[in-house]
C-alpha cells in the first residue's frame, strides 16, 4: 500500500489478536510493521525510520520502558503511543517523563488508535490550515475596520489583534501567509499615521486625552501609593506590545494582571517619553523647569536621561508624597542586573522603587550591527524570541518574583517600542542637525511630506524650541531618513534594523501592566 499518511512500527506481545486494528489504520493510509516482542521491534526500528511507535507495557523479555528507552537513544525524537492494559500512575508518571506522546489503556477500539495517530502527526498541520482558514476570515475583517472612523481604543484593539496573529504565526512559518499578515500590518500603519497626525495635537489641548507618557504615574502608581501600597515601577526601553505577550506567560503564575496601554509621546524617543513618565511633564514643560536639560539637549550630552531620579522624586512632592522612600535604579547589563538582585533585599523599606532596564533597546540598536544578532533577529519573530529566551533566564524575573512574596505591586511600562525600518525617504538639513534615524530637528529641515511628519511649530506638540526656524521631522510608517549625498551608505547601514522615533503602531502603543502578588 502506498505510505499516505506515515509509517508505524507496533510492538506488542499480542500483535496477533490485533489484525484488525491494523487492518484499520492500513485502510486509512498508514503503513504498518509489527512484532511481539521489544527485542526485535529495536532491530526493525534501527533499519526503518517509523513516524509513530504503538508500545505495549507488559511484554515478555523487555518491557515496553526498557524498549522505549532504547528505541529512543537510536532516535531521540520519536513519537512513542503506549498501548497497556496497566493503568498503574508510576507508569503514566514514567511515561510524561519519557516523553510518550499519548498514554491509551486497553481495550482500545481501532478509531481511538487511529485518531491518536492523526493528532500525533497532523496536528501541526490541522492547525496551520485552520489558522490560515481563521485569518483569511480576520484579513477582511481589519480592512472593514480600517474604512470605520476608529477611536485611539479601537485602534489599540485592533493592534491587539494584529499583534495576536503575527504571535499564533510565529509557530507556523511555512505557511506562506506570512507576507499577507506582513502586508496588513503596513495598511494599518499607514492609516495609523494618518490618525495620529490627524489627532495628536488636540489630545495635548485636552484632558479627556488618552494616556500619554507623562501621564502613566498619575494613572497608574499615584492611586496606589494612595492606597499605601508599596509600588515597583519598571521601565523596559524599547518595550513592545508583541514583547510582553510573549513574556506573560512567564508572570501569570505569580501575578494578578491587568492590561492596559499608554502612547508614547513623540518622537517616540528616550529623552522625550521616558523622561516625561518620571517627570510627568510635557517636554516644553521639563525644559522650563529644568533649564540645565535644554542645555544637555542642546549640547547633545551622552545622556539624556540622566536626571530620571530628580524628575522621579519632584513628581512625588508635586502630588503630595514628599515623605515616600524612594529607589531609583538603572541597569544597563546583566552584571548590574545581578548586582542588585543580589542586594535587592536592601530596599524592601522603600515606597516606590524604580527600574529602568536597557536591555531589549539594546538588543534593537545593536541587532544589524554584528552577524550573531541579524541572525538571531532576522524579523519580528526572532526579536520576540530573542526578548523571551532573555527574560526567562533573567535576573529581572527573579526580582519580580521576589516582588510578587514582599507586599509589592508593580507597574511594567515602556517608554516607546521599536520598527523594522525597510523604506528610505531623502532629508535635507543642515550639519547641525540632529543625527537620529527616525525623527530629526534643527533648522528648515525638510523631507517628502508622504512620509514623514513636518513640524514647524513644536510649541503645538509640546517639543522644545532650539532656536530660530526650529523643525522637527518624524518619519511614519516603516521610513528612515537619509541624505541625498550618502543614500547609499546610509540605505546599507539602516535597512532593515530595529529603530525608534516615527510613528507607527509598534512605536507609539505602549503596554501599562498593572501586577499584584497572587496570596
Known sequence: MENIRGKILWIDDEIQHLKPHIMYLESKGYNIDSTNNGNDGVILAKKNKY???????????????????????????VTIIMITKTEDEWLMDEAIVEKVEQFLIKPVNPSQIFMACKQALERALIRSEKLMKDYLNEIRKI???????????????LYDRLVDWQ???????????NYILNDQNKNCNKEFSFFIEKNYCEWLKSKKRPVLSNDIFKKYVIPQINDNKKICIIVIDCLRYDHFKVMREYLEPFFNMNINYALSLIPTATVYSRNAIFSGLFPDELIEKYPEQMLDMKRNSASLNKHEELFLN??????????????????????????????????YNKDVISLVVNFVDLLAHNSSQTNVLKEIIYDDAGFRSAVKIWFENSWLLKVLKK??????????????????????????????????????????LNTNRKNA???????DYRLPNFGPQPTYIIAKENYYFVYPNEAKKYQSKFRNSYQHGGISLEEIFIPVITLSGKR
Do not use: C
Open 51 to 77: 513516524d509513530i511507535v504503538l508500545l505495549d507495557q507488559n511484554m515478555p523479555g523487555m518491557d515496553g520502558l526498557s524498549t522505549l528507552k532504547e528505541l529512543k537513544i537510536n532516535n531521540p525524537l
Open 143 to 157: 480592512d472593514d475596520d480600517l474604512n470605520l472612523d476608529l477611536n485611539i481604543d479601537k485602534w489599540w484593539k
Open 167 to 177: 504571535i499564533k504565526f510565529d509557530e507556523h512559518k511555512d505557511t506562506g501567509i
Open 314 to 347: 519632584d513628581q512625588l512632592k508635586r502630588e503630595g508624597f514628599p515623605y515616600k522612600k524612594t529607589h531609583y535604579h538603572k541597569i544597563w547589563d546583566v552584571e548590574e542586573g545581578n548586582r542588585f538582585l543580589k542586594k535587592f533585599h536592601e530596599h
Open 403 to 444: 516582588l510578587s512574596q514582599e507586599n509589592y505591586n508593580v507597574v511594567i511600562t515602556s517608554d516607546h517600542g521599536s520598527i523594522r525600518v525597510g523604506s528610505s525617504t531623502m532629508v535635507s538639513a543642515d550639519k547641525r542637525a540632529s543625527t537620529g534615524v527616525r525623527y530629526k530637528y534643527g533648522r528648515n
Open 453 to 459: 511628519l513636518v513640524i514647524k511649530n513644536p510649541e
